[in-house]
């Protein structure tokens, strides 16, 4: 997991090819991750599925938690839970990323307000399942992904796709795409696998999306370290940056584990 990596000027920030298949707005989460005040207390706000990862963005602007990412190879334990009293939720634990801007690992409940915890959590776990099949068998040194220039994300990244590889994505509970000026794309591709290895960077169009609009959307640059600050010439990088070698970790969980359970 990485800590306020996934937001810029007010929406969700994606990689290079990543696409968005299901956006929910009306999460709460709840963490438990000792050391780390970030995780204190219910968070409301937007999660988002993507072909790489979950992401959730808080609605409150003075939270010092503004958005953390959760790839799915980072996942561990993810459980859905169904109470007699209350609203569904999903359960797990997650591994903080390389420089995710936290250390160790947390546990997380996210409680869906307006019904749809069963479903996401399906898609979800066939998401990891798919995902880890690309892992790499060895996987190259973890390298910090650079932010770089960022842009209005042209609608293929959050418009549900006209392709049956994603025909499990349950689009007749989640029919609601992101605002259009609310997902901003880096340039940088996503650090880790995807579900589909054959994905291609999105080509300019023709209304508006290419090299000229992407330069006026967002001639500015994203600081994860600063994350309330949009510079106009990319900052510095800091002293002693080098990448650690890669920590390898256990494969998520597969989709038939998801369990279901009753309190």
Do not use: C
Not at 41 to 48: C, E, L, Q, T, Y
Not at 77 to 100: D, H, T
Not at 203 to 213: I, L, S, W
């Amino acid at each position: 997991m990485a800590l306020n990596t996934a937001h810029a000027q007010g929406g969700v920030l994606i990689f290079a090819t990543e696409r968005i298949l299901i956006y929910y707005d009306g999460i709460e989460m709840q963490f438990d991750g000792p050391g780390m005040p970030h995780f204190k207390g219910k968070k409301k706000g937007r999660i988002f599925l993507t072909t790489h990862r979950v992401i959730f963005n808080s609605t409150d602007p003075k939270d010092t938690m503004q958005s953390f990412s959760i790839p799915f190879l980072q996942m561990r334990e993810v459980e859905l839970e169904q109470p007699v009293f209350g609203a569904n939720y999903i359960k797990g634990r997650v591994l903080a990323e390389p420089y995710g801007n936290w250390e160790g690992e947390a546990k997380f409940k996210m409680y869906f307000t307006h019904g749809g915890a069963i479903e996401f959590g399906q898609a979800m776990l066939r998401a990891a399942s798919l995902a880890s099949k690309n892992r790499r068998p060895q996987p190259p040194s973890y390298t910090p992904p650079a932010y770089g220039n960022i842009y209005a994300a042209p609608p293929p990244a959050y418009q549900p796709p006209q392709d049956p590889y994603y025909n499990w994505v349950p689009y007749q509970t989640f029919p609601t795409a992101p605002p259009q000026n609310s997902v901003y794309m880096t340039e940088a591709p996503p650090p880790y696998p995807g579900i589909n290895p054959d994905m291609a960077p999105y080509p300019p169009t023709a209304n508006g999306y290419d090299d000229k609009a992407k330069e006026a959307a967002a001639s500015a640059y994203y600081n994860p370290g600063a994350p309330h600050m949009m510079y106009a010439s990319a900052p510095p990088p800091p002293n002693g940056y080098a990448a650690p070698p890669y920590q390898g970790h256990d494969p998520p969980p597969a989709y038939d584990q998801v369990t279901k359970k009753n309190d």
